[in-house]
């Protein structure tokens, strides 16, 4: 039953995706100098403010762009550049950074075991789903459900990803992918928040 509940929602996502542009990778590393001074040329950012896009997946880098320059998603740094980007450009440009591979970061290991626990177990008594059953043991998410990979991402942005959705963050309203983290991040505490963002930040989606 919970087997086949998850895949009538990977299901449902999707049909409800965009049909986006195809990138084009080449083309694509030219036009992402751009985005290199937060991102890092190779989208392995070194300030963790600046998540790394290193090996996410092309149609989540896309639907981001896609939001961020129609100002559903408010990325202040980014609204100008987004603006000028063309929907081939952002293909071609999210296609780039999902060839590249993400290079994690170290995780304090006072946490890890905590992060770890609610990443693979999610938290029966406050009713928390466990983050792997969308985002994958190694934190290399689902290209084809929209769920983004996770490993290797800065703990600081993480982090700040998590409180926003806690406190109903949402972008893109109208699409099943937007409400999915909302839902799950409502009773999370300051310290799992913590603790699993730290974990994110040196697992290793090779491993
Ligand atoms: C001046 C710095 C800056 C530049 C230049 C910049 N970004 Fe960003 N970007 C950010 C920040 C800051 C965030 C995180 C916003 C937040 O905290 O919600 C972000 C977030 C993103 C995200 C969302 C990542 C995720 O995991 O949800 C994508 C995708 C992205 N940027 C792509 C790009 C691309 C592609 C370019 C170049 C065309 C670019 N950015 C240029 C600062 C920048
Ligand atoms: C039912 C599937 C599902 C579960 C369970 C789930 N997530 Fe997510 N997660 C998503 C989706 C879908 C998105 C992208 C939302 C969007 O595009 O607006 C996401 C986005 C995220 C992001 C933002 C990534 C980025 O690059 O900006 C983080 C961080 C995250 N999830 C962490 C977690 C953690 C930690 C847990 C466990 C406590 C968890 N997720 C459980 C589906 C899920």
Redesign the pocket.
Same mark, same amino acid.
Request: hydrophobic share 50%; glycine share 8%.
């Given at each position: 039953m919970k087997y086949f509940l998850q895949f009538a929602?990977a299901l449902s996502?999707l049909v409800s995706l965009p049909v986006l542009a195809m990138g084009d990778a080449t083309a694509g590393q030219g036009k992402a100098a751009v985005c290199a001074a937060c991102h890092g040329a190779d989208g392995n950012s070194v300030i963790p403010n600046w998540?790394k896009l290193a090996g996410?997946h092309a149609a +989540?880098l896309e639907?981001?762009l896609v939001l961020v320059k129609a100002g559903k998603r408010q990325i202040p740094e980014m609204t100008g550049i987004a603006m000028g980007l063309s929907e081939q450009d952002m293909a071609d440009i999210s296609a780039y950074f999902a060839t590249q591979v993400i290079k994690a970061g170290l995780a304090d290991e006072a946490l890890v075991a905590a992060g770890e626990l /609610? +990443?693979r177990s *999610?938290n029966p008594d406050t009713d928390?789903?466990?983050?792997m059953?969308?985002?994958g043991p190694a934190g290399e998410g689902n290209p084809l459900?929209? +769920?983004?990979a /996770?490993a290797g991402?800065h703990a600081v +942005? %993480?982090e700040k !990803?998590?409180k926003g959705?806690r406190s109903g963050q !949402?972008? *893109?309203e109208d699409d099943a992918? %937007?409400r999915?983290?909302t839902e799950? $991040?409502k009773r999370?505490s300051d310290d799992?928040i913590k603790a699993? $963002?730290n974990y994110?930040q040196g697992l290793h989606a090779a491993e």
């Open positions: 929602v996502l998540p996410q +989540y639907r981001q /609610l +990443y *999610g928390i789903a466990a983050c059953s969308c985002h459900s929209g +769920y983004p /996770l991402q +942005y %993480s !990803m998590l959705f !949402m972008w *893109g992918s %937007s999915i983290m799950v $991040a999370l799992e699993v $963002a994110l």
